[in-house]
Structures are given as structure tokens and as C-alpha cells.
């Protein structure tokens, strides 16, 4: 008897020491201070994007949101800045090349307008601080919307009443009713309204079931392997600039890309910008596809085998690609109904 009760302790010993070597069921606990360090990489998001050279108003997004959808602002009356960053398709048209007014391609995939005010500058080249500036480009690009001059724009709002009377709501007490650098900023103040938050920012701030436990295996991963050396902030991104290839070079042999596009480098002329593009910001990007600033790569497993190769010089394991794009998607989020509505 004596020896059966021994033989019985030492089973349960065993099987005590084996047990507690696995590792914990429970994926929270399985990494105990995940949600911090998600919190220290990506901070709160904010409801607007504030400028305080352009405060964000009612009047002023209302304006905004009018001129963001109207046609009057390209040539032909046929194409509005909802044309190639169509809000009901989360700030883009998923083409790798978005049609000007005269049925010409422009050069570089259409970014998605959905949280760019969060970013460092505007443009895969960052040629623009901000969504200010930005807002006034395509407007007179020969092969966007291809208004020949800015006056020309100012006329045309002019001949409307009912613009009139917008503008001197948005920006009372001006001695000019309306004048492009107002359309710039009333644009501006709309977009820096177009924020998406989604059920990650429900976790960052203490929600622990708004991810799924392979959704939180994929931030894991995400941090670990790491992408958040370029890929952190608010926006996941869009807060730096980094060379396409800086493990690999040679970009366009992973992205099969038709033509070579050396970047920053064309602003500046410096080489070391060569190939240099703005880091895209991540949420939605199950939803902005195709993706890279050429718009070469439909699929978004693809791309992220593609960015761990060319940035970190990883091959991800079968689980790994399928944990990240689990993360990824939980990026997804909604703007406010009343800005998508016309």
C-alpha cells in the first residue's frame, strides 16, 4: 500500500512538472504585456487630426465636404477628389492608377485620404506638409483634374451663391469671400475629420475581447519580427520615410513593378533619397489595395511577404503571414456616416 502511494505521489509530481512547462492556454497570458507595448508604439488616436494653423469648424468642414465631393473642380466637370479617393471604398478606387480629367493615368497609386492628416507629409514623396497643401494639387494638374489656373477656380465658385455664402460662414469676417487658399484649407479641415477608429483602438484602451486571440497573436508578431520599426504612431505609419529595398535593393524585382520610380529622389536630387517613399499608414489596408506607391501588388499576403523580405530581410513562416494579416485586418475602422453621405 505504502508503495502504491508513493508510486501515486510521484505521477502527480510528474504530471505538475509537465504542466507547468506549456505554455499558458490563455493568450493574454501568454504575453503579459502586449497591450503596453501596443500602446507605447502606437498612442491614442485622435477623433481630428487638429491643425492650429487651420482649426477644424463645422462651417468649415461643411464647406469642406461640399468641395471634396463637387465636380466644378475639374476641367470638364466630370471628376471631384471623391473620384480617386472615393470615401465609400475607404479613400481610394483600387486601381494602381487613377484617370485624370482627359482620360490620362497619373504616375503613382492614389493614397487613401482616410487618416492622412495623421501623417508627417503628403504625397508618396512627402513634396507637402499637409493636407492643406496637398488639397490644392490635383486641382491644377495638368493630367488630375486640370484646371488651368486658380483664378479660373475662384471664378467658378464665385458664380455660385450658395458658395458664397459657405465660405463667409467657414471664414467670417474676410475681406474676400472665397479664395483658393480657403477651398485648401475648408478641404484640409474635412480631412482632418476622416478618422477611422476600429476595434484595435477598442483594445488599446482596455476593451481586452475587441481582438481575437489570433488577431492579438498577429500584434505579436507584428512587433516582434519587426515591422513597427517603421510602421508605428496613430496611423501605423506615415510618420517616416524609408528606402523600398533597404535589405534587398532592387524593389521592382519583388513587386514585378513595370517601371523603376526613384522616389523622394526626384524632388530632392539627393541620391541618398533614392528609391526613399513615405511609409503608408496601415489602417484599412485590407481595404486600399493594390498596394506600393505603383499600385503592383493586388494582394495583401503578398505585400506582406514582400515588405518583410525587402525591409527586414525575413521569410515569414506560413503562420506568421497568416497572424500579421489577422492583425491587419482588425485595422479596419468606419468614418462618420455624415461625411461619406453627398
Known amino acids: 500500500m505504502k508503495k502504491q502511494s508513493i508510486l501515486l505521489l510521484t505521477i502527480i509530481i510528474l504530471a505538475s512538472c509537465s504542466n507547468s512547462n506549456k505554455a499558458p492556454k490563455n493568450i493574454d497570458a501568454k504575453f503579459p504585456s502586449l497591450r503596453k507595448k501596443a500602446i507605447d508604439l502606437f498612442g491614442k488616436l485622435p477623433n481630428i487630426a487638429d491643425n492650429k494653423e487651420n482649426p ?148 488599446l484602451t482596455g476593451d481586452n475581447n475587441a481582438l481575437t486571440d489570433k488577431e492579438k497573436e498577429g500584434l505579436q508578431t507584428f512587433i516582434k519580427i519587426g515591422c ?29 513593378s513595370k517601371k523603376i520610380d526613384n522616389g523622394k529622389f526626384d524632388i530632392t536630387g539627393n541620391e541618398s533619397d533614392k528609391y526613399v517613399f513615405k511609409v503608408a499608414g496601415l489602417r484599412n489596408v485590407s481595404k486600399t489595395y493594390p498596394y506600393f506607391h505603383d499600385g503592383s501588388v493586388d494582394n495583401l499576403e503578398d505585400a506582406v511577404k514582400i515588405m518583410a523580405k525587402t525591409q527586414l530581410n525575413k521569410e515569414l513562416t506560413k503562420t506568421e503571414l497568416e497572424q500579421i494579416v489577422a492583425f491587419l485586418n482588425s485595422l479596419t475602422g468606419e468614418i462618420a456616416g455624415d461625411l461619406k453621405a453627398r
Not at 475639374?74 to 471623391?82: G, Y
Not at 482627359?102 to 501623417?119: I, K, V, W, Y
Request: charged letters at 25%; aromatic letters at 10%.
Open 228 to 256: 513597427t520599426n517603421c510602421h508605428n504612431g496613430v496611423a501605423i505609419g506615415g510618420n517616416s520615410f524609408r528606402k523600398f529595398g533597404e535589405m534587398q535593393g532592387d524593389y521592382w524585382k519583388y513587386t514585378k
Open 56 to 203: 477644424v469648424t463645422d462651417a468649415k468642414v461643411a464647406l469642406g465636404k461640399r468641395l471634396y465631393f463637387d465636380k466644378i473642380l475639374s476641367k470638364d466637370n466630370t471628376q471631384s477628389c471623391n473620384t480617386c479617393h472615393n470615401l465609400n471604398t475607404y479613400g481610394v478606387d483600387n486601381n494602381p492608377f487613377s484617370k485624370g480629367n482627359d482620360g490620362e493615368l497619373g504616375g503613382r497609386n492614389s493614397p487613401t485620404t482616410l487618416n492622412a492628416a495623421l501623417h508627417i507629409a503628403q504625397f508618396w514623396d512627402g513634396r507637402e506638409p499637409d493636407v492643406e497643401a496637398q488639397a490644392g494639387g490635383p486641382i491644377l494638374n495638368p493630367v488630375e483634374m486640370a484646371m488651368p489656373s486658380k483664378a479660373v477656380v475662384v471664378a467658378r465658385l464665385d458664380a455660385d451663391e450658395s458658395y458664397f455664402d459657405m465660405f463667409d460662414a467657414a471664414f467670417p469676417g474676410a475681406d474676400e469671400a472665397i479664395t483658393y487658399d480657403k477651398l485648401q484649407k475648408a478641404i484640409g479641415a474635412f480631412e482632418r475629420r476622416l478618422i477611422t477608429p476600429s476595434k484595435f483602438d477598442k483594445y
